[in-house]
């Protein structure tokens, strides 16, 4: 009912949000009198705040159209590799027609990036990525809003969310010999899980892990979002945060988490933080500081996208994650597509090498939690894990902006090169004809 209650409320204010719009673009209107008064600046900025606090955000692109290879601008085309019900596997595939830089493409190492499916889209990542293809071919899970997925495609479980990182495993493993796989956040615990039954069962295992910022033991240095978790019963959260979708969707009918109820969440973590933020780009707006106010819109674009997820996966991350433990605690069973359930045991990965990346400040994923990871894949020589804390780093900077640029990737980037076979070595090196331009 609530959901219902929202999307007819939104549906109301989507015209007045408009109209906005255009009074914004009337009294800034450069051709218009008064358009160069103080007054016609804050009617203008004010406009434009309202616009921007009542439209509705749709799921932002990635938007990577060229990266610098060794100082060579090489272009980039985005596909859907694999298509599932609720996930694309989507590759940045890059094109050149410089003989050296291509030599150097087909030589990088292949990373599946698993990005969080925990309310935002996979384009939070844009900048974890766009580093990434200096230096590797990249792959990333494109998670979709659960509400777009018709119910005659059933449900998705957190035993599901582990199926797919393995098929994408596979999938990679098929194609280029072997592959890395990096978790960002929440996907920390299914990829250890998946990589773990992989390696029980005596398949190829991924060369290296790397874990930033996740939740592996959520008993150590709890946050807010830790208690949250555990303050409640999970009847508690069916009962309060579970709604149908409406029927004006594809999916109307499917249990979800709201993305609008975690927006919400979001914001009331941080409210005068939001609110001095806005208010500032009101500012901006009326001193015509435009790279400050673009910069604004760039950053709410992302995170005011958000997505619904589906409710067995939801309540039963909360359950298995934050309060049963269940990875750290070696009870922890995955059904199989086959619908068998397996044991995940970390300690069965003997040959995929780890590291673990923390931020000194990360207010979601506390001190310990991913470090946790080390403990508990024990089979691993210690010689090929690694642990990195990141001073003065939160939660996003472990992934994004200069922290991320400058300290965390060339410690990803140089980890995942001491793993690399090298590209004598790989058995799946195939030589292919010269044209005029190729991709990697």
Request: a negative charge; proline letters at 5%; charged letters at 25%.
């Given at each position: ?45 004010g ?30 085309h ?83 969310y ?24 929440q ?11 992989m ?44 709604y ?12 979800v ?9 979001f ?5 005068d933080?939001?609110a ?6 009101f ?102 894990r ?9 939660h996003?900077?472990?992934f ?41």
């Amino acid at each position: 009912m609530l959901y219902t209650i929202y999307e007819a409320q939104r549906s109301l204010m989507e015209p007045f949000a408009e109209l906005a719009q255009v009074a914004s673009k009337v009294f800034s209107n450069s051709q218009t009198p008064f358009s160069q008064t103080t007054l016609s600046h804050r009617m203008a900025a004010g406009y434009d705040l309202l616009y921007r606090l009542g439209k509705d955000y749709e799921k932002p692109q990635f938007g990577i159209t060229t990266v610098d290879v060794n100082g060579v601008e090489v272009a980039i085309h985005e596909r859907i590799e694999v298509d599932k019900p609720f996930c694309e596997l989507r590759r940045f595939k890059r094109f050149s027609d410089d003989p050296a830089t291509l030599t150097t493409l087909k030589e990088q190492p292949v990373v599946l990036i698993v990005a969080p499916l925990s309310g935002h889209y996979a384009t939070l990542l844009r900048d974890t990525v766009k580093t990434m293809l200096s230096g590797q071919k990249v792959y990333i899970t494109d998670w979709k809003n659960a509400r777009l997925v018709p119910t005659s495609e059933g449900e998705f479980h957190l035993d599901d969310y582990v199926n797919y990182v393995q098929e994408f495993i596979r999938h990679l493993q098929a194609k280029y010999g072997n592959c890395h796989v990096m978790s960002v956040c929440q996907p920390t615990v299914p990829v250890l899980a998946a990589v773990s039954l992989m390696a029980s069962r005596g398949e190829t295992t991924p060369l290296t892990m790397t874990m930033m910022g996740g939740p592996i033991d959520a008993r150590r240095s709890p946050t807010a979002v830790n208690n949250l978790a555990t303050q409640h019963r999970i009847d508690w959260f069916e009962n309060n945060v579970i709604y149908r979708v409406p029927d004006k969707f594809p999916g109307a009918g499917r249990r979800v988490y709201p993305g609008f109820m975690q927006h919400s969440g979001f914001v009331a973590m941080n409210p005068d933080r939001h609110a001095t933020s806005h208010y500032d780009y009101f500012k901006d707006l009326v001193r015509g500081d435009d790279a400050s106010a673009e910069a604004h819109r760039k950053f709410y674009d992302e995170y005011n996208a958000v997505l619904d997820m589906d409710a067995d996966y939801y309540l039963e991350t909360i359950e298995v994650v934050f309060q049963k433990y269940s990875l750290v605690e070696g009870t922890w069973d995955v059904r199989s597509p086959e619908g068998e359930p397996e044991r995940v045991r970390p300690q069965d990965i003997t040959t995929t090498s780890l590291l673990t990346i923390e931020g000194e400040l990360d207010d979601i994923s506390g001190s310990g939690q991913t470090e946790a990871a080390q403990d508990i894949c024990s089979g691993i020589p210690k010689e090929n894990r690694s642990h990195y804390e990141v001073t003065g780093a939160g939660h996003y900077g472990i992934f994004s902006g200069r922290r991320w640029r400058e300290l965390v990737y060339p410690r990803v980037r140089d980890f995942i090169l001491a793993h690399q076979p090298k590209a004598q070595e790989q058995s799946t090196a195939k030589a292919t004809p010269a044209v005029t331009r190729q991709a990697a």
